[in-house]
């Protein structure tokens, strides 16, 4: 009996190390983009083992293993998949369609649908802005643990505001902030956001409001740091930016209105920023009329739309590193394609490369959260976090709008590619 126990440990030890162990699925046929600009690989094979990519080139020299499981990509353009970096699951805009009340169990549900709904139009990693009572921390903890199905998540917990401010977690004063900052990465934030402007849907306060005090932010920035956490800021007022920047700040959310001086300072500090270009502009529209928002809400949207578009265009000018964020679910119908690309052709629009719109949605987020050695690329070792589309989208960025496959963690999310 002991021997036979020895005997079936060392069968399960090698069918562990085995090769022929794990299930090998291969995507033939499609040819993959270079995010550094070099030529793409034709008629490529990508050999994907458990959730990491094993192997990637030509089909002439990298051969598909017997027992693998083949997937036809003939004629597809094959990325990595999109990353959206200002996304609220939660979202719940004034207006007609406004929940009022919704219980913690429901809006982890409705967070769920949403993160699904994510995963399915190709996004395959998102980071969370600001949402409420902790309910992210449970929707993340649910995909990450394989109950459900949806992007990987990077959370800021709830946003952080003085009284009256442009978020969800009121607090006065340099301790209270920072006992706030501190209860979120208590709770698993990866980075902080602070509300350090007005915003569009105040319904009271000017949108370049700058209502913390210079001691409140500092030391916000500073609790984060010491625990290692980034923090990033909610802004359209050029002199709450420009304190941030002097004390250190990750990164910009929206930034409606940013000086030359600005620019130039995120430029060389290397400072994130996330434009949401889209809430600003009239494919919007088509989303605050589908909530019923109010004649307020569509004036203060309208009276940053000018600005904010020639602020993108001035930051891509000025090369500053620009991640991609919509601001709107990444799903939502914007002008005949979703948030998400949409957002990323207006920066082709405001004068990107499509080379460089399609980093802004895959490598530089990867880069922004410090994960590019894990996703936003293809390349082996790295997980498989895929999406197929239709068309060259190193040659235009409207691509996108033709995706039909998605692959996250080597799991098969969607594949109407054959259709």
Same mark, same amino acid.
């Given at each position: 009996?002991?021997?036979?126990?020895?005997?079936? +440990?060392?069968?399960?030890?090698?069918?562990?190390?085995?090769?022929?162990?794990?299930?090998?699925?291969?995507?033939?046929?499609?040819?993959?983009?270079?995010?550094?600009?070099?030529?793409?690989?034709?008629? +490529?094979?990508?050999?994907?083992?458990?959730?990491?990519?094993?192997?990637?080139?030509?089909?002439?020299?990298?051969?598909?293993?017997?027992?693998?499981?083949?997937?036809?990509?003939?004629?597809?353009?094959?990325?990595?998949?999109?990353?959206?970096?200002?996304?609220?699951?939660?979202?719940?805009?004034?207006?007609?369609?406004?929940?009022?009340?919704?219980?913690?169990?429901?809006?982890?549900?409705?967070?769920?649908?949403?993160?699904?709904?994510?995963?399915?139009?190709?996004?395959?990693?998102?980071?969370?802005?600001?949402?409420?009572?902790?309910?992210?921390?449970?929707?993340?903890?649910?995909?990450?643990?394989?109950?459900?199905?949806?992007?990987?998540?990077?959370?800021?917990?709830?946003?952080?505001?003085?009284?009256?401010?442009?978020?969800?977690?009121?607090?006065?004063?340099?301790?209270?902030?920072?006992?706030?900052?501190?209860?979120?990465?208590?709770?698993?934030?990866?980075?902080?956001?602070?509300?350090?402007?007005?915003?569009?849907?105040?319904?009271?306060?000017?949108?370049?409001?700058?209502?913390?005090?210079?001691?409140?932010?500092? @030391?916000?920035?500073?609790? +984060?740091?010491?625990?290692?956490?980034?923090?990033?800021?909610?802004?359209?007022?050029?002199?709450?930016?420009?304190?941030?920047?002097?004390?250190?700040?990750?990164?910009?959310?929206?930034?409606?209105?940013?000086?030359?001086?600005?620019?130039?300072?995120?430029?060389?500090?290397?400072?994130?920023?996330?434009?949401?270009?889209?809430?600003?502009?009239?494919?919007?529209?088509?989303?605050?009329?589908?909530?019923?928002?109010?004649?307020?809400?569509?004036?203060?949207?309208?009276?940053?739309?000018?600005?904010?578009?020639?602020?993108?265009?001035?930051?891509?000018?000025?090369?500053?590193?620009?991640?991609?964020?919509?601001?709107?679910?990444?799903?939502?119908?914007?002008?005949?394609?979703?948030?998400?690309?949409?957002?990323?052709?207006?920066?082709?629009?405001?004068?990107?490369?499509?080379?460089?719109?399609?980093?802004?949605?895959?490598?530089?987020?990867?880069?922004?959260?410090?994960?590019?050695?894990?996703?936003?690329?293809?390349?082996?070792?790295?997980?498989?976090? @895929?999406?197929?589309?239709?068309?060259?989208?190193?040659?235009?960025?409207?691509?996108?709008?033709?995706?039909?496959?998605?692959?996250?963690?080597?799991?098969?999310?969607?594949?109407?590619?054959?259709?």
């Amino acid at each position: 009996m002991k021997k036979w126990l020895l005997s079936s +440990a060392a069968l399960a030890a090698s069918l562990v190390s085995s090769p022929l162990a794990a299930q090998v699925t291969a995507l033939t046929g499609g040819t993959v983009v270079d995010l550094s600009g070099k030529a793409a690989i034709e008629d +490529a094979v990508i050999l994907i083992e458990g959730e990491r990519i094993k192997a990637i080139g030509p089909a002439a020299s990298t051969p598909v293993p017997e027992g693998a499981t083949v997937v036809p990509m003939d004629g597809k353009w094959i990325i990595p998949g999109l990353m959206n970096m200002h996304v609220h699951l939660g979202l719940n805009l004034p207006g007609a369609g406004r929940l009022y009340g919704e219980k913690p169990e429901a809006k982890s549900l409705r967070m769920l649908d949403n993160a699904q709904k994510s995963l399915m139009s190709g996004v395959t990693t998102i980071r969370l802005t600001g949402e409420e009572g902790g309910v992210d921390f449970a929707v993340k903890n649910a995909i990450d643990g394989g109950t459900f199905m949806g992007p990987r998540i990077h959370t800021a917990g709830e946003s952080i505001v003085p009284t009256g401010g442009h978020g969800k977690l009121e607090a006065d004063g340099p301790y209270a902030i920072a006992k706030g900052v501190r209860e979120q990465i208590k709770r698993g934030a990866t980075w902080i956001k602070l509300g350090i402007s007005g915003g569009i849907s105040d319904e009271r306060g000017a949108i370049a409001a700058s209502p913390f005090t210079d001691e409140e932010m500092k @030391i916000a920035i500073e609790v +984060a740091h010491r625990n290692g956490v980034k923090v990033t800021g909610h802004t359209g007022s050029p002199q709450a930016s420009e304190y941030a920047l002097k004390q250190g700040i990750d990164g910009f959310e929206h930034g409606y209105f940013f000086t030359p001086e600005i620019l130039k300072e995120m430029k060389a500090k290397g400072t994130w920023y996330v434009p949401t270009i889209v809430v600003s502009q009239k494919g919007a529209l088509e989303f605050y009329r589908k909530i019923g928002s109010p004649q307020w809400y569509l004036e203060r949207q309208a009276s940053v739309g000018k600005i904010h578009w020639q602020t993108l265009k001035s930051a891509v000018k000025a090369g500053v590193n620009i991640a991609l964020g919509s601001d709107q679910y990444p799903f939502e119908p914007n002008e005949g394609t979703t948030a998400t690309v949409r957002e990323a052709e207006l920066y082709q629009e405001a004068g990107m490369t499509p080379i460089q719109a399609l980093r802004a949605a895959t490598i530089e987020p990867a880069r922004m959260l410090g994960i590019a050695g894990e996703v936003g690329e293809l390349r082996p070792n790295l997980l498989a976090d @895929i999406v197929a589309v239709d068309a060259d989208p190193s040659k235009d960025i409207a691509a996108l709008r033709t995706i039909c496959f998605v692959m996250k963690g080597g799991k098969i999310a969607r594949n109407e590619c054959a259709r």
